[in-house]
């Protein structure tokens, strides 16, 4: 249980760096450090985490895929506009510099739930592999 967990809080940690620098990289109006990297990962983390939370249980009484997609969404510039405002070292500037931060790291997250939900899976396997008699 706790190795599950880890894989999927390293998953989307690393989904949410990688969607950080890609943004960096390609987005002229989006700029950070490499100390706020570390930060705003952390931070944007922990706020999409209990946006999506608080989200789900407040307006969701019949949860489907794509309400699940446009909520993650929504939680992912709600948790960019307030770490641009924490973190010092973030810097976006223009709404659609938003709009497409906020789609980078939608995919780069989804991405990596993918891959830490298929790490889980081949784990789970390779255990009962190994207890199954020969």
């Not at 960096?24 to 700029?31: D, R």
Request: hydrophobic share 60%.
């Amino acid at each position: 249980m706790l190795v599950r967990l880890g894989i999927r809080f390293l998953a989307g940690l690393v989904g949410v760096a990688a969607g950080l620098l890609i943004s960096a990289a390609v987005l002229s109006k989006f700029s950070i450090s490499a100390s706020a990297v570390v930060e705003a990962t952390l931070l944007f983390w922990g706020i999409h985490i209990v946006v999506q939370l608080l989200a789900l249980r407040v307006l969701v009484h019949e949860p489907s895929i794509a309400l699940a997609g446009l909520l993650a969404l929504a939680s992912t510039i709600i948790s960019l506009i307030i770490v641009n405002a924490i973190i010092s070292g973030l810097s976006i500037h223009r709404a659609y510099t938003y709009v497409l931060a906020t789609i980078i790291i939608w995919i780069t997250t989804s991405i990596a739930d993918i891959i830490g939900r298929r790490m889980i899976r081949v784990r789970r396997q390779e255990r009962e592999e190994a207890k199954a008699p020969r």
